[in-house]
C-alpha cells in the first residue's frame, strides 16, 4: 500500500509492544487508539485491553482495520480532532502521532478525564514536553502539558524503524494525570498568560507583559526582569495570581 497523508508506519516489532506495554502495564477495558494505521500497534494493544476504539483519517486504512471483523476493535472514520469521544470514556489513550499536528493533538487529549496517555512523536517535541525551566525547549508547550500531565521520555525510536523512515528521530512520551493546580483556578486565563509570556522568548516577562498589564505594575514584581523560559510552572501561577489581584487589565 503506498503511502499517504505524510504517514511513517512503524513496523519494529519490539518497539510495538514495549508502547502497548506502556500504555497498558495491566489490562485496560478501552483504550483509544489514535492514527492505528496498517493496526501494527492496534494488534499488541488488542493483546492488552479489553477493547480498542481505533480512530483512522484514511479511508482506505480504515477500511482494512474493519476488514479484520475483530469484535474488541471498533474502527472510527474520521479526524480525531473532530470526533466526539464522549461515547468512549477511555482511560488510556495511545497512538503515533502525525507530526504536523501533535500539538492540536496534545490540546484535546490533556484535558480530557484520562489516567494516561502514551505518544509516539518527533524527539524534538518530545524534549519540549519533558523540557525544565532555564533551558531552550522550555515554553508555552511545556507548562500547557504539567497543567494536566506529568511528562516522561520513555525511550528513542531511530528513523529506520519506520517504512518508509522520516528525517527526524522519534520517541515514545508517557502522560501521566496529574490533579488540578489550587492555584490556578482560570485555565483558560492562565494559559493566555502564559501565552503573552512566551510570545517573544528572548524578551523578558516586563516587556512581553506591559501591554496586559502596564510597566508600573509589573515592575513591582523581580521576576519581571526575568524571561519565561528562567521560570517553573508554579513560579509563572504565583505571579498570573498576583498580577490578577491587582484589578488592573485583565489577562
Known sequence: MPRRLGQHFLHHRSILDRIAAAACPEEE?????????KGALTMPLLARAEHVVAIEFDPLLAADLEARHEPRLTVVHGDFLKVDLTPWPATVIAGNLPYYITSPILEK??????????????????ERLVAVPGTREYGYLTVFTRLYAEPKLLF??????????????SAVVRLTRVPPSPDISDTAAFLKFVSACFMHKRKTLRNNLSGLYGREALDRFPEAGKRAEQLAVSELAALFARLQNLNEKPC
Do not use: N, R
Request: proline share 22%; aromatic share 4%; net charge neutral.
Open 156 to 169: 528513542t525510536v531511530p528513523p529506520g524503524s519506520f517504512q518508509p523512515p522520516p528525517k527526524v528521530d
Open 109 to 126: 487529549v490533556l484535558p480530557m478525564p484520562i489516567k494516561h496517555a502514551v505518544f509516539l512523536m518527533q524527539k524534538e517535541v518530545a
Open 29 to 37: 477495558p478501552l483504550v483509544i487508539e489514535i492514527g492505528p494505521g
